[in-house]
C-alpha cells in the first residue's frame, strides 16, 4: 500500500522559510513533484524532481526561491521554501508517479500540509 505523507506546513512571515518533506511508503518513484492549491484557485505544478537523474523541474513562480530534494534512499522528498511570499499561502501536496503529464491520473498523492505567509 502506498502512502505519502507531508510534513512541515505552518504559518511564516513574508521573507520567512519553511521545509516540506513528503515521506514515501518504503519505494522509490520515477518523478516525485510537490503541487499547491490555493482557495478559489486550480492546483498548480510547483516542482519535480527525476528518480534517476535527479533533475529537477520548477515553475516559473517559484524559481529561484524554492528547491526540491530527496534523501539517498529515495524515500522522503523536501520542498525548501525561501524568501515565502504572501501568494504562496495554499495546501502543498506530494506526489509521486511515473511522470508528471499523468501525475493527476495516475500518481499518488498525499493529504496535503496547509502553508500560510503572513504580510
Known amino acids: 500500500q502506498v502512502q505519502l505523507v507531508e510534513s512541515g506546513g505552518g504559518l511564516v512571515q513574508a521573507g520567512g522559510s519553511l521545509r516540506l518533506s513528503c515521506a514515501a511508503s518504503?519505494?522509490?518513484?520515477?518523478?516525485n513533484a510537490w503541487y499547491r492549491q490555493a482557495p478559489g484557485k486550480e492546483r498548480e505544478f510547483v516542482a519535480a524532481?527525476?528518480?534517476?537523474?535527479?533533475?529537477?523541474l520548477y515553475a516559473d513562480s517559484v524559481k529561484g526561491r524554492f528547491t526540491i530534494s530527496r534523501d539517498n534512499a529515495k524515500t522522503t522528498v523536501y520542498l525548501q521554501m525561501n524568501s515565502l511570499k504572501p501568494e504562496d499561502t495554499a495546501v502543498y501536496y506530494c506526489?509521486?508517479?511515473?511522470?508528471?503529464?499523468?501525475?493527476?491520473?495516475?500518481?499518488?498523492w498525499g493529504q496535503g500540509t496547509q502553508v500560510t505567509v503572513s504580510s
Open positions: 506526489a509521486a508517479g511515473r511522470n508528471i503529464a499523468t501525475m493527476s491520473i495516475g500518481g499518488f
Open positions: 518504503g519505494r522509490t518513484f520515477y518523478v
Open positions: 524532481i527525476s528518480a534517476s537523474t535527479d533533475s529537477t
